[in-house]
DNA sequence: AAACATAATGGAACCGGTTACACTTTTATT
DNA sequence: AATAAAAGTGTAACCGGTTCCATTATGTTT
């Protein structure tokens, strides 16, 4: 366990001043003559000197920094928003630290003091909806807040980047309906979420587009966590009179959903047609292959962090920006024509 | 955009020293009256002052910090493993810096070095299998480095963390062979990677102990990323003497060899028997269910976690430790006696 | 009440970088 | 050749915490 060189050494080593050695360590911040330059390098290549970012980020705190707030990354859709956002951030040269909430308000309110105690430059979020207070504290001190996926209506000033909800539970209802089906359900996302009431709403809207008569009964929500989506479907299918067909909206609960559909012995799509929020390779291998709705994590991805580093390279904090990008629906063989009631 | 209360302006607004504000933000590190322990509390809160993370890191860098360093997310295998790593160093009060490798060499040294400036107490690694100095020099530098999943022979002082993958192949083959096929092909990693060899490793194993001929035709390898399972599989289907059985040993391929079977038209398990190492929920949804070698991805993260907090937590560096938990072989619908030959 | 241990506090150096400013050389201008 | 401008380098303060050590207040023992 060597303890590891500073500039000092480096300066006494190259026979110059610290001051020479950072000019050398960040090009562009003085004069430095080519000699000495590489005098200099040579010097910290064999002592092995690596500046410690923490001295670093003490004097002006860079924007070297972000922090990447999700509910979990077990979530597949969570996981591969992770991995964009890790790698556009890296191809910018910024770090990313990974904390996750479990959808806890008291987890994300200590997950958020440790990024303010680190300042980090910004904060990409899934918020879990409360934390107010916090939230605004961080803006105030500066911090580029970007909520993705979701939003907090009582924060109109934080930037947004969500895939159109509205409009993708609308296309997939209206597809639903296009195949004459009347009895058009959903199990949707909590009705707290921003999520889960702009895909219910895109659902009643393609319902009444389609003359359809709405019925409350067909519409369940299901919290992101836990088995939900299970017993939302259970209360489906006892239902008096139950649904021919099905929107799965809460990315969480699909497994959940269809595992309860196997169990019940339902077959896809003689008895039930039905579309999911899920882009995992999994759904085309089933049988049948599901129809989906498949959201561009990677624009997601991009836009966060762009951004959530806009304001750290020097663009003035003008009004929030909401990015809003298109989800896609590719079908497959989930979807029929209802079968004729006995 | 106020700037940040320093520990002095607390000092000030409280009438003490900042010696005695540092006392009140680390109990034990001296004694406060409580009365002034109030008193500064309730000015550090009504200031909004949160201590700087880089300015304390600054004089003794604590182990506060963590580096995850895997070959990329999106792998539901490598998410799951975060999730739990992220978890588990939340609980002991830890930060995850989370970056990817994308299994490139150049960008797993890039990595490293930003992880070195950073003065991480530990890493936790997916290895690319190169870098072998920057390893060694992490180690000296008395960095706590894990690798999970797999290993780096040419490193045997590194601590190391995988499931038991020579067993794991050897129980799936076995299986295979207990129901009466003669010709069991495998999919592994890379034989340059550990996780590749010691699977087949086992799988060669297991034809041994069941008295069949070894055909290294069967034995296919598969890198982690890219399309090559489905090449691989589309090989094995095009032989001479094809399979009966498979075990798809590359966790990253098992979809993409799915999909090949399936576009193939081959039915599971009737003109083929599969093992999967995968523990999605979704082959359970499978036609059939898939019978499946799952893998304790919350022990892998656990003992990572606790071994490369070990070192840090002054336990003085001993020998490397090497865990390696069992994986489960789970049983469903995807392996049948084999047809007779027409 | 004297003597001493202990608690509470403050002053100032230190961690390892960055940077404003002063100073000394080169190079360019007329 | 004199002078101005630019290039190269060094000194020391600073960032915001932690911590050693000295000093003062409080409490205990005989």
Redesign the interface.
């Known amino acids: 366990?060597?303890k590891?060189p500073t500039i000092r050494d480096v300066a006494a080593a190259a026979g110059v001043s610290v001051a020479v050695v950072s000019r050398v360590l960040n090009p562009g911040s003085g004069p430095v003559a080519a000699a000495t330059r590489s005098r200099v390098s040579e010097v910290m290549e064999t002592l092995?000197y690596?500046?410690?970012?923490?001295?670093r980020?003490?004097k002006h705190?860079p924007p070297t920094t972000l922090g990447?707030l999700l509910a979990?990354?077990?979530n597949?859709f969570f996981?591969?928003l992770?991995?964009q956002v890790?790698?556009e951030a890296?191809s910018r040269g910024i770090?990313?630290?990974?904390?996750?909430t479990?959808e806890d308000d008291q987890?994300e309110s200590e997950?958020l003091?440790?990024l303010?105690?680190?300042?980090v430059s910004g904060i990409i979020a899934t918020p879990t909806g409360n934390n107010l207070e916090i939230w605004k504290?961080l803006q105030?001190?500066?911090t580029d807040v970007v909520f993705v996926d979701r939003s907090i209506p009582a924060l109109p000033a934080v930037d947004v980047v969500t895939i159109n909800n509205t409009e993708s539970a609308r296309s997939a209802t209206a597809l639903l309906a296009a195949h004459g089906h009347r009895r058009i359900a959903i199990i949707s996302g909590p009705a707290s979420s921003t999520t889960g009431r702009d895909r219910i709403a895109g659902y009643r809207e393609a319902l009444e587009a389609a003359g359809l008569d709405q019925d409350d009964l067909l519409i369940r929500s299901a919290a992101f966590r836990g088995a939900a989506g299970g017993d939302a479907m259970t209360a489906l299918l006892n239902l008096e009179d139950p649904p021919t067909a099905l929107v799965v909206a809460n990315t969480a609960q699909v497994?959940a959903v269809?595992?309860r559909l196997?169990h019940a012995g339902i077959s896809i799509p003689d008895e039930l047609s039905v579309i999911v929020f899920e882009d995992?390779?999994?759904t085309?291998?089933?049988?049948p292959p599901l129809t989906i709705v498949r959201q561009p994590i990677d624009l997601l991805a991009r836009h966060s962090v762009r951004l959530a580093l806009a304001n750290a390279n020097g663009k003035a904090?003008g009004k929030p920006t909401v990015v809003r990008v298109d989800a896609e629906l590719v079908e497959r063989s989930s979807v029929a024509r209802p079968k004729l009631r006995v």
């Open positions: 366990m060597q590891q092995g690596h500046p410690r970012t923490a001295a980020e003490l705190g990447l979990d990354v077990s597949p996981a591969r992770a991995d890790v790698q890296h770090q990313v630290l990974l904390m996750t479990q987890l997950r003091s440790t303010i105690e680190r300042r504290k105030d001190m500066g497994t269809l595992r196997a995992s390779p999994w085309e291998l089933m049988t904090a």
